[in-house]
């Protein structure tokens, strides 16, 4: 291994420690309902299973995957993320967590104001967000993480996760949700320009979509 590995290996430890631990405090008040490998909040559940569900069940290779959502609060509307101490267990004990955003006072996108179209794209990304993780091996998850640090690299990350999201047959559900993020969600001015940098924008989804098919 070399050093920048073991460098990057070291941070994903210390920074993933802290979110375990509030993962473990949450279980013990929150109840989940277990539907094959995936265990949803039942908040969740009640309010956005069925547009989960339209991505979800295309992705055969994901229904072995084992997901948990749940609610938190949160810097944006939704995030997927792997639970790091199951990483270190070898791929086989692999878990991921799908997390919303819960916070009331959030200036950006709340997800029960986004329209079904477009929330089922923005599922179809953040099912791709663990698709990428599961192609990838320990270091490549740490890798992730150290790339979310820089602005450029979370540009990288994101577009990636979005042609893939393309590629998987669902990108007019992303156009819907980017068009609504960029004109015509409540979100601040401030999120919609960090969003239309971050994201691919509704033209650049078209367009690679034309590409693509
Ligand atoms: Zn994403």
Request: aromatic share 12%; proline share 2%.
């Amino acid at each position: 291994m070399v050093w920048k590995e073991i460098i990057i290996l070291l941070f994903g430890l210390l920074s993933t420690t802290a979110m375990a631990a509030q993962d473990i405090a949450d279980t013990k008040i929150k109840k989940y309902r277990k539907i094959g490998n995936l265990k949803i909040d039942t908040s969740f559940q009640a309010a956005y299973l069925q547009d989960f569900m339209v991505p979800f069940s295309e992705f055969k290779d994901l229904q072995n995957c084992r997901i948990k959502i749940k609610n938190k609060k949160l810097k944006t509307t939704m995030a997927a993320r792997p639970n790091f101490f199951s990483v270190l267990l070898g791929k086989k004990n692999r878990r991921y967590v799908i997390v919303v955003n819960d916070d009331l006072k959030f200036n950006g996108v709340k997800l029960q104001d986004v329209p079904s179209e477009a929330r089922i794209g923005l599922f179809a990304h953040e099912l791709m967000h663990i698709r990428d993780y599961e192609s990838r091996k320990i270091t490549g998850i740490v890798e992730r993480g150290y790339q979310y640090l820089s602005h450029n690299g979370k540009i990288k990350v994101e577009h990636y996760t979005d042609s893939l999201t393309i590629a998987a047959g669902f990108g007019q559900n992303l156009y819907h949700w980017a068009s609504y993020v960029l004109h015509d969600s409540d979100a601040c001015e401030d999120y919609k320009a960090f969003k239309a940098e971050v994201y691919m924008k509704p033209v650049t989804i078209l367009n690679q979509m034309e590409q693509t098919f």
